[in-house]
């Protein structure tokens, strides 16, 4: 693991603050000498330095002040301010605090892809290019995921907590049935056909063999797995979604799985039917890992036995592919410390701060052998190799990549992925559907 270095005299601290607004570029060489001497300022007394990081929820969020703790230690000439902007409205209260140009804000918190995108396109981000290069700053370590949100060979934000998708299971219900568990090595085929083999009873005392959550990622993003596509491809009218929606609107028709219009009218939500033991397996991020065993420690649910695999992947496709939504760190362009800043986002994003994240039952961006050691020793994860290994991932694709119109789009896909699974339309209407309307959207 390495070890971040300790600023050790005022000099030293000046002379890595004049090459990293040297690497970034971001203005003539009269701003920058303007920038170094607002850092000097900042740290006259004692070296000291404050950081102001934007962010939502601070109350409710466990992992804020443990990476705040873990950097101090390290770093006791730093204070690192909380500022606290809500969840409803983070991004628009954001930017409004961004616009004004001299907003007080050091250490941004980037909460989704449009958000990003807009804070980019405005400038209010700083370019960690120059500071990755120099700082050697592994970005394989994200699992491609940083290569979805570079904008014109630039990257802005490093991302420190993730989220993937997996398949939850239920051992007991396998073992009822006398079914194989699945596997970490399973193609849609193979998967299909287990779900099938895990259907049993009927009424309220029917089992089903996997869930579908309401969601358009629930099945569009099975599309993308394989590295060729993102949700933004509509030019061959989304004809790759097609075998997809095949098989999920099969499985419906079987009843291998719940009535999409069902769920949606009665608000069902995933956690209850998975808890409930009315569902062998169930497509979910990595999120109900921690949801779950608290449930189970409380006594919520009765799916106890529980397991976990690497998502199902179409044939040629390397197991360990996998769905994910990010959140990163950036520097507000306007910070007049932004040494520290970047610095902090280094070890916030790095291998320290993701065992930090990870302690606090948050899976973090990087899953480093130490974070997945952690995970899977707390209390309540299952005990069987696979699970474990299920953590492991190959490659990791954004549920919607770049894009200023990402909103927009998510919009229409989900209006006519409801369409789809309602029978409202069929399958080759509803996906030229979604073509016509993202292409309205995209230009």
């Not at 934007?54 to 804020?64: H, V």
């Not at 730093?78 to 409004?96: F, H, N, P, R, W």
């Not at 569902?279 to 036995?305: E, Q, R, Y």
């Amino acid at each position: 693991m390495n070890k971040l270095r300790k600023v050790t005299s005022l000099i030293l601290a000046m002379s890595l603050s004049a090459s990293v607004l040297a690497g970034c570029g971001n203005g003539s060489t009269e701003s920058q000498a303007s920038q170094a001497s607002q850092a000097q300022a900042s740290s006259q007394a004692g070296g000291q330095v404050k950081l102001v990081w934007a962010l939502w929820d601070k109350d409710k969020t466990t992992y804020y002040q443990p990476l705040i703790d873990a950097y101090k230690e390290k770093n006791p000439n730093v204070t690192i301010e909380m500022k606290d902007l809500g969840s409803t409205d983070y991004q628009t209260a954001l930017g409004t605090q961004l616009a004004g140009g001299d907003s007080g804000l050091d250490i941004i918190t980037v909460k989704d892809v449009p958000g990003y995108a807009a804070m980019t396109n405005a400038g209010q981000l700083e370019d960690l290019t120059q500071y990755i290069k120099d700082n050697n700053i592994d970005l394989k370590k994200y699992g491609g995921i940083t290569d979805q949100v570079t904008v014109d060979g630039k990257l802005y934000e490093l991302p420190f907590r993730s989220d993937f998708w997996l398949l939850y299971y239920n051992k007991d219900l396998f073992d009822k049935a006398k079914v194989d568990y699945p596997t970490n090595d399973m193609t849609f085929e193979q998967y299909d056909a287990l779900a099938r083999k895990l259907v049993s009873g009927s009424g309220n005392d029917k089992t089903y063999g996997a869930h579908y959550h309401t969601w358009r990622s629930a099945v569009q993003l099975f599309g993308i797995l394989d590295g060729k596509h993102t949700v933004l491809d509509y030019q061959d009218g989304y004809t790759w979604m097609k075998p997809y929606y095949e098989m999920v609107l099969k499985q419906q028709d079987d009843g291998v799985v719940m009535d999409y219009a069902t769920l949606k009218t009665s608000s069902t939500h995933y956690s209850g039917v998975f808890e409930n033991s009315s569902v062998a397996m169930m497509n979910m991020g990595s999120w109900f890992i921690s949801t779950l065993m608290a449930d189970n420690k409380a006594g919520k649910s009765t799916a106890k036995n529980f397991g976990i695999v690497k998502y199902p992947h179409a044939e040629g496709v390397e197991p360990g592919s996998t769905l994910a939504t990010i959140t990163g760190l950036a520097v507000a362009s306007s910070s007049k410390n932004k040494e520290a800043a970047l610095d902090f986002v280094k070890f916030a994003s790095g291998e320290e701060g993701a065992v930090v994240v990870a302690k606090t039952g948050t899976i973090p961006a990087i899953m480093s052998d130490d974070v997945i050691e952690f995970i899977t020793s707390m209390e309540g994860f299952p005990t069987d190799p696979n699970s474990k290994e299920a953590l492991k991932t190959s490659h990791t694709y954004l549920e919607m990549p770049m894009n200023a119109k990402s909103a927009e789009v998510e919009t229409a896909l989900n209006d006519d992925h409801d369409a789809i699974m309602t029978k409202s339309i069929s399958i080759d209407e509803g996906l030229k559907k979604m073509s016509e309307d993202v292409k309205a959207i995209l230009g």
